[in-house]
C-alpha cells in the first residue's frame, strides 16, 4: 500500500503539475514528499492523488493538487517566510506551505476540522506550524506582519486586516469573487502601496467571517 500511494504521488506531480507549467522545483518537491492520503477520510484514500478537490466534512473540501501547487508557488517562498494560511481545513496545505517556509499561522474557524489536522501535523512532527480556531478574516495579528499571506477560502473582497499583516515587498494569494466562482488573485504591497494581479479562474468554498461572507 505504501508503494500504491508514492507511485501516485509521483503520477500526480509528473502529471497534473510539472505537465500543466508549475516550475518551482521546490513546490514539485513538497508535493512529492507529503503523503495527500493521510488528510482524507479513510474511504476516498484511493482517490487522493487525483485531479479533483475532495470533502473533508462540515462542507469543507481538500483542493485539487494542481490548484495547491499553484497558489503555493505563486508565493515564492525561500525557506526564510513566515507566513500566514488563512482556513486550515484538511492540514495538507499548511503541510506543503510548513516543508516550504520558516513557521507557518493557520487559523481554521471549525474546530472538528482544525483537531483533525492538528493531529495529523503534530503526528508528521511539523513543529514550526501553529494553528488557532477563530474568524480567520481577521488574521491572526499578534505574530504579523507576515511575509507571505494564503487565503484557501473564497472572498467577496480582499479583507483589510489580511492588507494590513501583509509585510512590506511581501505576497498575498486569495480567490476573490461571488459565492460560486472566483478569480485567484496575487496580491502584491510594496512600500505601502497594493497592487493586484488576476491569476486564474478557480472555485472555492465560501471564506466565512466578519471580512468575509457571513454564515
Not at 493557520?106 to 513543529?127: C, D, N, P, Q, W
Amino acid at each position: 500500500m505504501p508503494d500504491q500511494f508514492r507511485i501516485a504521488r509521483e503520477r500526480m506531480v509528473s502529471q497534473q503539475l510539472a505537465a500543466r507549467g508549475i516550475r518551482d522545483e521546490r513546490v514539485l518537491a513538497a508535493m512529492s514528499k507529503v503523503p495527500r492520503h493521510l488528510f482524507v477520510d479513510e474511504a476516498l484514500r484511493d482517490q487522493s492523488y487525483s485531479d479533483f478537490p475532495l470533502p473533508i466534512g462540515h462542507g469543507q473540501t481538500i483542493s485539487q493538487p494542481y490548484i495547491v501547487a499553484l497558489m503555493t508557488e505563486l508565493l515564492g517562498l525561500q525557506g526564510h517566510e513566515k507566513v500566514l494560511e488563512i482556513g486550515t481545513g484538511s492540514g495538507y496545505q499548511t503541510a506543503i506551505l510548513a516543508e516550504l517556509s520558516r513557521f507557518v499561522y493557520s487559523v481554521e474557524r471549525i474546530s472538528a476540522l482544525l483537531f483533525r489536522a492538528k493531529t495529523i501535523l503534530h503526528g508528521m512532527g511539523y513543529s514550526n506550524v501553529h494553528i488557532k480556531l477563530d474568524d480567520g478574516t481577521w488574521g491572526w495579528r499578534e505574530n504579523a506582519p507576515y511575509d507571505a499571506i494564503l487565503v484557501t477560502a473564497g472572498a467577496p473582497y480582499v479583507p483589510e486586516p489580511l492588507l494590513e499583516q501583509l509585510a512590506d515587498s511581501a505576497v498575498m494569494v486569495i480567490p476573490v469573487g461571488d459565492e460560486f466562482s472566483q478569480t485567484l488573485v496575487r496580491v502584491h504591497k510594496s512600500a505601502g502601496r497594493i497592487t493586484q494581479e488576476t491569476i486564474t479562474g478557480v472555485r472555492f468554498v465560501k471564506l466565512v467571517g466578519e471580512h468575509g461572507w457571513r454564515e
